[in-house]
T-cell receptor
């Protein structure tokens, strides 16, 4: 079993739809949960992060963490064509400076005008 | 403020040739990471350095791969000899050790094609 699993998609939605992206993980030591957005032929860029459990909202984006289920989600409200990208979840225990960030494989999202 | 700089952006080479990828981390960042991304395997960590010292190279696929960080502002990833299965996008990323894991910034990547 991989440490972090994510449905690769592709996911195609009409403009204005609510998008739900999800990841599951197996390592209960993970404390930091991040979402990266990667446009075609670009490097990943941090979208938002959450520490431990709970929700975090930033504009149209909401990140949720459920540590009891080892499940995280990213919701995008009022999706726009500019949201078309690959979204990678990433996690880290960060208990020492030697802890690595583990990335999910990414979900490809297309928002159709 | 300049981000992570990688060169070259594209590299096409023939099997058996030596390939050297270069990275300049963000000034003040003392942790540097080399990743490889493919459709099949996603984003894989190859090696990372803290304060120019290699910490974990368990992701380096074979002895054909080597990485160095001679100073705080420069790192190289070398593949010798290259093989077609090395074709991928290679990313360099950096962060401050004192910061959080969310402070990892990626470069634009080097797209490597080995014929």
């Amino acid at each position: 079993q991989k440490e972090v699993e994510q449905d690769p998609g592709p996911l195609s939605v009409p403009e204005g739809a609510i998008v739900s992206l999800n990841c599951t993980y197996s390592n209960s030591a993970f404390q930091y949960f991040m979402w990266y957005r990667q446009y075609s032929r670009k490097g990943p860029e941090l979208l938002m992060y959450t520490y431990s459990s709970g929700n975090k909202e930033d504009g149209r984006f909401t990140a949720q963490v459920d540590k009891s289920s080892k499940y995280i989600s990213l919701f995008i409200r009022d999706s726009q064509p500019s949201d078309s990208a690959t979204y990678l979840c990433a996690m880290s225990a960060e208990k020492t400076s030697y802890d690595k960030v583990i990335f999910g494989p990414g979900t490809s999202l297309s928002v159709i005008p | 403020d300049a981000g992570v700089i990688q060169s070259p952006r594209h590299e096409v080479t023939e099997m058996g040739q030596e390939v050297t990828l270069r990275c300049k981390p963000i000034s003040g960042h003392n942790s540097l990471f080399w990743y490889r991304q493919t459709m099949m395997r996603g984003l894989e960590l190859l090696i990372y350095f803290n304060n120019n010292v290699p910490i974990d190279d368990s992701g380096m696929p074979e002895d054909r791969f080597s990485a160095k960080m001679p100073n705080a502002s420069f790192s190289t990833l070398k593949i010798q000899p290259s093989e077609p299965r090395d074709s991928a996008v290679y990313f360099c990323a950096s962060r401050r050790l004192a910061g959080g894991p969310y402070e990892q910034f990626f470069g634009p990547g080097t797209r490597l094609t080995v014929l």
